[in-house]
């Protein structure tokens, strides 16, 4: 069993920046792949950026990327998403999550959230 914490959501301004972090228990396998997902009310969750956890390599959805950095430290099971140049667009509530692949189907372990609100 694997069980995530997310934490450092929070209100900023357009332009401004915020990190949100990760706190897993529990063992993540090598082969996993730790994933952001946001969702707004009415709309489905949807693929923000993953890291494999072995490797260290990253993906991000086109509307993020270059603006959003997603890291992690294995020795202490923890991840980060640092993201800049926040736009209104961008508030939702964040997930982290624990599985594979990029739909959120496939991804088995989840946090409860942190609510994100970017301000025009």
């Known amino acids: 069993q694997v069980q995530l914490v997310e934490s450092g959501g929070g209100l900023v301004q357009a332009g401004g920046s915020l990190r949100l972090s990760c706190a897993a228990s529990?063992?993540?396998?090598?082969?996993?792949?730790m994933g952001w997902f946001r969702q707004t009310p009415g709309k489905e969750r949807e693929f923000v950026a993953r890291?494999?956890?072995?490797?260290?390599?990253?993906e991000y959805a086109d509307s993020v990327k270059g603006r959003f950095t997603n890291s992690r430290d294995t020795a202490k099971n923890t991840m980060s998403l640092q993201m800049n140049s926040l736009k209104p667009e961008d508030t939702a509530v964040y997930y982290c999550?624990?599985?594979?692949?990029?739909?959120?189907?496939?991804?088995?372990?989840w946090g409860q959230g942190t609510q994100v609100t970017v301000s025009s």
């Open positions: 890291i494999n956890w072995s490797a260290g390599t990253t």
């Open positions: 529990g063992r993540i396998f090598g082969n996993f792949a």
């Open positions: 999550a624990a599985g594979s692949g990029y739909d959120p189907r496939g991804y088995s372990y």
